[in-house]
């Protein structure tokens, strides 16, 4: 009573077919980059962070805003999500001593923190309307594709003004 072995080959084909849409259905998802410029009533923002908030339960990403307004995401993961934007870690009026933090050489700091100098970040600050900083207010909704998108984020005054850029 031996096996032959198409026999054997034949179970394992079936324990393969089994086996594939668990693989297939994990936890992966794809992902994408994203960058842009973020503006506020037309102007560009000189500091602060973008995050992007996933609404399906993925991880969510932040990236700091640059001095010519542009930000980048580099793996973002893909379906849709809110767009949280903040300036207030640059608010000079909000820190009674400025944190004293040196990058690495050949680094930059992140978002909000710099050598210390309170006029540095008080030079890119600019107050914008407090309901873009959380995911529960945002009006700020996107689709993040798998690729290399471009996605400008234009803040206005209030949800009701379609902030959603």
């Known amino acids: 009573m031996g096996l032959s072995p198409s026999r054997g080959l034949g ?14 259905s994990g936890c992966g998802y794809g992902t994408a980059k994203v960058s842009g410029k ?13 995050t992007f908030v996933s609404s399906e339960g993925r991880p969510s990403v932040s990236a700091a805003i640059n001095t010519d307004g542009t930000y980048v995401l580099p793996k973002v993961p893909t379906g849709k999500v809110k767009i949280c934007v903040e300036t207030e870690t640059l608010n000079p009026a ?56 471009e996605h400008d984020i234009n803040l206005k005054d209030s949800p009701a003004a379609g902030g959603a850029g």
């Open 94 to 149: 909000t820190k009674s001593e400025a944190p004293k933090y040196k990058p690495p050489p050949g680094q930059k700091a992140p978002g909000g923190l710099g050598s210390g100098n309170a006029a540095e970040t008080g030079d890119r600050y600019r107050l914008i309307p407090k309901h873009y900083e959380k995911p529960e207010t945002t009006d700020l909704l996107y689709e993040v594709k798998s690729g290399i998108h």
């Open 11 to 24: 179970r394992w084909g079936a324990f393969l077919v089994l086996l594939a849409p668990l693989g297939m």
């Open 38 to 50: 973020v503006s506020y009533q037309g102007e560009v923002l000189k500091g602060g962070n973008v």
